[in-house]
């Protein structure tokens, strides 16, 4: 077989799963040195995500030298390895591409298929559903690894270990994606879409390298395998689905149809029409209080099924605050909000990340609250901020927090011991922390509260001193920084 027609079944198999695709394509490495690659596929929405395949048409199987050689071009070009054979693999070949996370296509000439193989043998596997999710199940615990490797390199300021480790986090993440969408391809799965869409949601920053702006688009990704999960439950009820989607309404039918809508989803769904700026404005924030609403209602219906799930009680309380801001004057959201912070904090009355997500709830809602109702939350907040405080000894979060609370609110009627208890947890951040001018300010700030001139001379005169040495070094790493990449 000739390699220009394994390239172009190579190139067809990468363009039936939406990949852009270029062949012979010249690709100059990080090294600086020029490579070219048989077969470019590149991701439609991140054309720096790429796969590069290298096609043999041999009589022979794929050696372990070949793998490995392609591996190194690979990681100098940035780009997730692949190989095409037309007589498949030694072991010891296969052994090497699972440890550099290839991709592994044979073509079956008689069959005229191109197959992905796997397993410690040579044979050609058929892209099973099972085998798929296996291959993508154990490249996620590879990814977990490595994101707690990153960590402890980003601990020990070891910042180009960590960019490596970065670089291939992705990677992997993005051939995790790859076998998902190859399984659902097989068999679209309502609860391998929610796998997939957990993915997107948990490692969205991972994939897109913490660029805020690309991370919305793994929300989006998120939202359309939430939604295609939607779709295929909604399928086990096509009955219903056909009875509602064909049943012939009267004028008078509609308005009780419209209604039973937004009893059952509290969504309607907004005409389309041109509207003046100020009106788009006010028709964006309408069509999230409705969403809010649709969402309340799925929440308390899996709620009553599931009320033992502490995240979905979490989100409830933060789809409540949303219709708080556009209707401060509901005491009963404040109700709901109140309950489902309650709840959470019940169920999981030592996770320390839900309780950073309801000090936050709790600090949106006294922005709406009465007087009487804001006192209660700002103590309910406190309580909740101390014993974060007990469980994370070294966590500058709650300390700084209620150094803020104390500082700026009435928590007693004795203000001098409001503003002591604020002075004490800003030294902690400062003991904790090991200092930091801004720190140092904060403190100055409540010194000056408390009438203490020489304290906060002292304080201000700390936080100069440190921003002074702050500054320099930024120089002297911005310099430090232009000379490495100077050519």
Request: charged share 35%; glycine share 4%.
């Amino acid at each position: 077989m000739e390699g220009n027609i394994l390239k172009q079944k190579v190139s067809e198999y990468f363009k039936r799963y939406g990949y852009l695709v270029e062949l012979d394509e010249k690709v100059s490495g990080f090294s600086g040195t020029s490579y070219e690659v048989d077969v470019l596929a590149m991701d439609k929405n991140f054309i720096e995500v790429k796969i590069a395949c290298q096609c043999k048409a041999s009589p022979n199987p794929i050696d372990e030298d070949l793998i490995i050689s392609w591996a190194k071009i690979c990681d100098d070009i940035h780009a997730i390895p692949a190989f095409a054979s037309t007589s498949g693999y030694t072991d010891s070949a296969l052994e090497a591409a699972r440890k550099f996370g290839f991709i592994l296509l044979v073509y079956n000439e008689p069959m005229g298929t191109l197959y992905k193989i796997g397993g410690k043998t040579t044979s050609l596997l058929t892209e099973e559903f099972d085998n798929l999710i296996s291959q993508a199940e154990l490249k996620l615990k590879k990814v977990d690894s490595l994101i707690n490797q990153y960590d402890q390199y980003i601990k020990l300021d070891k910042d180009e270990e960590a960019r490596k480790i970065e670089s291939d986090i992705k990677a992997l993440l993005h051939v995790v994606i790859s076998l998902y969408k190859e399984a659902l391809e097989l068999k679209s799965d309502k609860l391998l879409w929610l796998r997939l869409g957990d993915i997107h949601e948990s490692y969205g920053r991972w994939l897109e390298s913490f660029d805020s702006k690309l991370e919305e688009k793994c929300e989006e990704e998120a939202l359309k395998c939430y939604m295609n999960a939607l779709k295929e439950h909604l399928k086990e009820f096509s009955e219903i689905l056909k009875k509602i989607g064909s049943i012939q309404l009267s004028d008078d039918n509609r308005k009780i149809f419209i209604n039973e809508c937004e009893q059952i989803f509290g969504l309607i769904p907004s005409e389309k029409q041109t509207l003046s700026r100020p009106e788009l404005v006010a028709r964006v924030e309408q069509e999230r209080v409705q969403i809010a609403k649709f969402q309340i209602k799925m929440l308390e219906t899996y709620l009553d099924i599931n009320p033992n799930d502490a995240n979905a009680w979490l989100k409830l309380a933060e789809n409540y605050v949303i219709l708080l801001q556009n209707y401060p004057l509901r005491d009963d959201y404040v109700k709901e909000i109140e309950l489902a912070c309650e709840k959470t904090l019940k169920l999981a009355p030592n996770d320390r990340r839900i309780m950073v997500q309801v000090h936050h709830i709790y600090e949106r809602v006294l922005e709406f609250t009465s007087r009487e109702k804001g006192r209660y939350i700002l103590n309910k907040l406190i309580e909740l901020l101390r014993k974060l405080c007990e469980l994370e000894p070294k966590m500058l979060l709650p300390r700084m927090e209620l150094a803020e609370l104390y500082g700026n609110y009435k928590i007693t009627d004795n203000r001098e011991k409001d503003l002591e208890e604020a002075i004490r947890y800003m030294e902690e951040c400062i003991k904790i922390s090991g200092g930091g001018w801004s720190l140092w300010k904060k403190l100055g700030d409540l010194y000056f509260k408390k009438c203490d001139k020489e304290k906060m001379i002292e304080c201000y005169s700390k936080a100069l001193e440190e921003y002074i040495e702050f500054i320099e070094f930024r120089k002297k790493f911005r310099n430090h920084k232009a000379k490495v990449q100077k050519p």
